[in-house]
């Protein structure tokens, strides 16, 4: 079985910055990629960045030179740094491994920021 535990919401003004973290535990191997979404109120959830075994990244056009996905290997863990934030970024973020086929999903963490 795999968790994954999502840290680092909260409430920011516009401008600020947050970090957020997943934590990956339980029978991990073979990862193919780690990724942050998110799901604002009355919208679909959409790919925030992603991040490879190999290191490669991807990022939403929204949130490209804002917003850096990181890795330790080692500790399983993802980070999602956000800068410049606005108030557009306000929603649930997911976090999800994919891993032999499967993709698992994180609870959420919610990050809100103020205008």
């Known amino acids: 079985q795999v968790r994954l535990v999502e840290s680092g919401g909260g409430l920011v003004q516009a401008g600020g910055s947050l970090r957020l973290s997943c934590a990956a535990s339980g029978s991990i191997f073979s990862i193919t990629y780690m990724a942050w979404h998110r799901q604002a109120p009355g919208k679909q959830r959409e790919l925030v960045a992603l991040?490879?075994?190999?290191?490669?990244?991807n990022y939403a056009d929204s949130v490209k030179g804002r917003f850096t996905i990181s890795r330790d290997n080692a500790k399983n863990t993802v980070y999602l740094q956000m800068n410049s934030l606005n108030p557009e970024d306000t929603a649930v973020y997911y976090c999800?491994?994919?891993?032999?086929?499967?993709?698992?999903w994180g609870q959420g963490t919610q990050v809100t920021i103020s205008s």
């Open positions: 999800a491994l994919r891993m032999s086929g499967s993709e698992y």
């Open positions: 991040i490879t075994s190999g290191g490669s990244t």
